[in-house]
């Protein structure tokens, strides 16, 4: 018995309906799962950073001043500053300086200025970092922009300090430690 071509062709296309099928079925699951993924990154990096001391995250919050802090007149400490803004986020965002010296255990300050270029207000914040990694743990903010969400209005010009004290406790082996911020957008810009 012969089976017709015309049947042939309704069971090749109803299978390959349901391959089909099954194949969507099979990427969508996995594109849920990595949108579930994405979302669930930036809490477990921060558990992650916070149990290998990776990545070079400094606080969060601003801590009580060093008590007793003996500041090391011995030797200097080279702190070097850069500013980065994501992809599509108009503001001018600069330290003061490069770079300064100090003493570890001497509070220090240094200023960012900050520029919205567009015709919109901004809602950013700015993420910390400090390389190299092990010297986080020894960069101590007592004052810092980077703490709380920052509302710019339209061609606004700001100028925010942060407040740093390089612990003493800092191995002689590090002679430079660069603190380095990356301004995100919080809210995105109503049109």
């Known amino acids: 018995m012969e089976i017709s071509p015309v049947l042939t062709a309704a069971r090749n296309s109803a299978e390959r309906k349901r391959n089909n099928l099954r194949l969507a079925v099979k990427l969508s699951f996995v594109a849920l799962f990595f949108v579930g993924f994405g979302f669930a990154m930036v809490p477990?990096?921060?558990?992650?950073?916070?149990v290998t001391g990776l990545n070079g995250r400094t606080n969060k919050t601003a801590i009580l001043p060093p008590k007793n802090t003996?500041?090391?007149?011995?030797?200097?400490?080279?702190?070097?500053?850069?500013?980065?803004?994501?992809?599509?986020?108009?503001?001018?965002?600069?330290?003061?300086?490069f770079s300064i010296r100090i003493h570890?255990?001497?509070?220090?300050?240094?200023?960012?200025?900050?520029?919205?270029?567009?015709?919109?207000?901004?809602?950013?914040?700015?993420?910390?970092?400090?390389?190299?990694?092990?010297a986080a743990q020894y960069f101590e903010k007592l004052e810092?922009?980077?703490?709380?969400?920052?509302?710019?209005?339209?061609?606004?010009?700001?100028?925010?300090?942060?407040?740093?004290?390089?612990n003493p406790e800092l191995g002689r082996d590090y002679g430079t430690v660069t603190l380095s911020y990356t301004f995100f957008e919080a809210i995105p810009s109503k049109s």
């Not at 477990?44 to 916070?50: E, K, L, S, T």
């Open 44 to 50: 477990i990096y921060d558990v992650f950073c916070a």
């Open 104 to 134: 570890p255990g001497e509070i220090s300050q240094m200023n960012y200025t900050i520029t919205n270029t567009t015709d919109k207000v901004f809602v950013g914040q700015a993420i910390p970092s400090v390389t190299p990694a092990v």
């Open 70 to 97: 003996q500041v090391d007149m011995s030797r200097s400490v080279k702190v070097e500053f850069l500013s980065h803004s994501m992809p599509g986020v108009a503001l001018t965002f600069k330290p003061e300086l």
């Open 144 to 166: 810092c922009f980077c703490f709380s969400q920052q509302t710019f209005q339209p061609g606004e010009t700001r100028t925010m300090p942060v407040v740093f004290v390089v």
